[in-house]
Every structure is written in structure tokens, then in C-alpha cells.
């Protein structure tokens, strides 16, 4: 029996590894949950798995964080949003606990001090992002293993095809209506801008010691083929699937063996695209930015971070425009002076400084 201790419980990503759990109740056990806000929903699912300790963020941060540490744990499962799930990262790393990290802040901000604090305690990180637990799968579970080149694949999202002059009048509703995946509102956003796959190629490249110019990125509409590995003799090899992220979970959870899901299987006796597009940077200006934000590194990445979650929320509350995430954005960056990273400490006050510059342009454009 698998020991699980889960942050972010109530979130998109966190219920559905509860829905793993229960169907295969045999073989794990949650221990110890964590969530923002003591919620309804909580309070279900405390009820339901009656783990050994529960805490909210909002109203016990410190026994959210000791969640992350939790000592009959035998996996921490980090389904934490946003900047905030960097700390339980660093939690659960220095208590020696194996990691499934879906939480991309933690590597977006603090990737090479996570890794270096990983290899330190001995620390073994799962992949549970989509694209990055396809290419694991393709590396045969060897984040070591050689490659030629990672290609990551993109849906578009909601505004794929719009023209740039088109999106100044779209509405959170249609941002939110992504045409292939159901997730958290902050990361579908982050879909339609292409924010969300600027930080999965920085995640390539600090989980999977690759250099940018070995890290590719193109459309895939249907969200069938979740990435690819290109190997040196010019064979590729590609993790293919329904668009759920219940596979790449129950795989973080068992690997290596592999568990039932409920995920729909491919229907080869009916015909289905496996097209792609190559991608249009002009169309994405964030994930412009954020590649250039990746290659000079530093303090940069946590700052780009910070203020698209603020530009995020002031969108979705109606405050600003669609297109002004990528101004907030960008202000934000151009006005950020690039400084090596030696602290989690540090990155704290960049995110800070970040959000409250962003949060003073936002104010201004009301």
C-alpha cells in the first residue's frame, strides 16, 4: 500500500488523483491532504479518505506546508497552482520525499535550485505534466537518457486561428472554453495566450538537462499526441493518447508498472487527424517572451511568473483586456533586472516585486 500525501486536493488536478485512489483503493492511501481554502469540497473529501492530518492554506499555512513533509508519506504529490507550490517542492524535497510534481512554478522559478536540491537529498522527481510525462514515457523513464531533440505539442488553445487584431474583445468565457482539455481556469488562460508551453519548454530543459536549441514546440489541434522524442539515428518515438490527464497521474503514481484509467482508448477503425502546424510566434507573443525570459535565465522566469498570474486574475475578473496580459506582462519584464538566483529566499522577493508591478499597471489601465 503506497503512502500518498496530496497538496492542492481541490483543484483540477488534485481531484482527479483522488479519483485514481478510489479506483484503486487496494493499492494507495492518502495520509495527509493539503488545500487552499477549507472549503465544502475539503470537507468531502476529508470525510471520504481519512488521512492522518489535513490542513488549509488560508487559515494553517504552516500545517499546509507540513503536509509537503509528512512522515508515513511515501510520495508527496505537488497539485499545488501558482508560485505558492514552490514551497512545498522544497518542503518534500529536504524531508527526502519522492515528488510528483505537477505544480510548473516550481521549476519555472526555481528549476536549477529544485534540481540541485533534488540530487542533493536523492530525491527522485515524476514528470506529471502531460508533455513531460509523454517524453519520460519516451526516454523509457530515464530522464538521463540521450536524445536528439524533445518536441512538445500545443493545441492552440481556445483562440488557435484568431487573428491577433481579433482577441482585444474576446471574454474569459471563450478563453475558457478550451476545445480539447478541461483544466484549472489559471492554466487554460495561459493555453489560449501559449504562456502555458513557454513554461513547459523551460521545464524541459531544467528536467531533462536539455539545451533550448534541442527543445521544440508545435501545434497539435486534437491534443492526441502529447510530445515527442527524436532520437540520433532519426527515429522518434511519441506518447499518443486521449487528452486526460488521468494517465499521466495514475503513472505518476505506479510507474513502472501501468494502472486501469477511465481514459477513453483511440479508435483506429474511425478515422482521426494526427496533424500538425508549425508555430506561429506572431500569433503568441507571451510565449515569445517567455522563451527569451528562459534563455537569459536568472531572476526572469519567477518574475514573467509572478505577473501573468496577476494579468491572469485581472482578466478573468473583466479589469483588463485579453490582449493586456502580454502588456502587463512585458512591462513587468522590461522594467526586471536580471540577477543569479542563490536563494529560494530570493525568489520570494522577486515574485513580489513582480506582482506589485504588475498590480500598479493594472491599476492604471482602469
Known amino acids: 500500500m503506497k503512502k500518498i500525501a496530496l497538496i492542492g486536493s481541490t483543484g483540477s488536478i488534485g481531484k482527479q488523483v483522488l479519483n485514481v485512489v478510489r479506483r484503486h483503493s487496494d493499492k494507495y492511501e492518502i495520509v495527509a491532504l493539503a488545500a487552499m481554502n477549507d472549503s465544502v469540497e475539503f470537507s468531502r473529501q476529508v470525510k471520504e479518505f481519512h488521512p492522518e492530518f489535513s490542513a488549509a492554506a488560508a487559515t494553517d499555512k504552516k500545517g499546509a506546508l507540513s503536509v509537503a513533509e509528512w512522515k508515513s508519506a511515501d510520495l508527496v504529490f505537488n497539485a499545488a497552482g501558482g508560485f505558492a507550490g514552490l514551497e512545498y517542492s522544497v518542503k518534500a524535497i529536504r524531508a527526502g520525499k519522492t515528488l510528483a510534481l505537477a505544480n510548473k512554478e516550481t521549476l519555472v522559478c526555481g528549476g536549477e535550485l529544485i534540481m540541485r536540491l533534488a540530487a542533493e537529498k536523492g530525491v527522485e522527481i515524476i514528470p506529471v505534466d502531460s508533455e513531460h510525462s509523454a517524453i519520460w514515457q519516451c526516454l523509457h523513464?530515464?530522464?538521463?537518457?540521450?536524445?536528439?531533440?524533445?518536441?512538445?505539442?500545443?493545441?492552440?488553445?481556445?483562440?488557435?486561428?484568431?487573428?491577433?487584431?481579433?482577441?482585444?474583445?474576446?471574454?474569459?468565457?471563450?478563453?475558457?472554453?478550451?476545445?480539447?482539455?478541461?483544466?484549472?481556469?489559471?492554466?487554460?488562460?495561459?493555453?489560449?495566450?501559449?504562456?502555458?508551453?513557454g513554461y513547459e519548454v523551460i521545464e524541459a530543459h531544467v528536467l531533462y538537462n536539455a539545451p533550448y536549441s534541442k527543445i521544440e514546440t508545435v501545434i497539435q489541434p486534437t491534443s492526441v499526441v502529447h510530445s515527442l522524442v527524436e532520437f540520433k539515428d532519426g527515429a522518434i518515438l511519441a506518447q499518443m493518447g486521449a487528452p486526460t490527464m488521468e494517465v499521466p497521474i495514475a503513472l505518476a503514481l505506479s510507474y513502472p508498472q501501468r494502472l486501469t484509467t477511465s481514459a477513453e482508448p483511440l479508435n483506429f477503425k474511425t478515422a482521426f487527424s494526427l496533424q500538425f502546424e508549425p508555430l506561429n510566434k506572431k500569433n503568441y507573443p507571451l510565449f515569445d517572451l517567455a522563451l527569451k525570459c528562459a534563455k537569459e535565465g536568472g531572476s526572469l522566469?519567477?518574475?514573467?511568473?509572478?505577473?501573468?498570474?496577476?494579468?491572469?486574475?485581472?482578466?478573468?475578473?473583466?479589469?483588463?483586456?485579453?490582449?493586456?496580459?502580454?502588456d502587463v506582462v512585458n512591462s513587468v519584464i522590461s522594467t526586471t533586472e536580471r540577477d543569479e538566483i542563490v536563494s529560494f529566499k530570493q525568489l520570494t522577493e522577486i515574485d513580489r516585486a513582480a506582482r506589485w508591478k504588475a498590480q500598479k499597471l493594472i491599476y492604471k489601465m482602469q
Open 141 to 197: 523513464f530515464d530522464r538521463k537518457a540521450p536524445f536528439k531533440r524533445l518536441i512538445i505539442t500545443a493545441s492552440g488553445g481556445a483562440f488557435r486561428g484568431m487573428k491577433p487584431d481579433e482577441l482585444s474583445k474576446v471574454t474569459p468565457e471563450q478563453a475558457l472554453n478550451h476545445p480539447t482539455w478541461k483544466m484549472g481556469d489559471k492554466i487554460t488562460v495561459d493555453s489560449a495566450t501559449l504562456l502555458n508551453k
Open 301 to 326: 522566469p519567477c518574475a514573467l511568473n509572478a505577473a501573468d498570474e496577476v494579468a491572469v486574475k485581472a482578466f478573468l475578473e473583466r479589469k483588463i483586456p485579453f490582449t493586456a496580459i502580454y
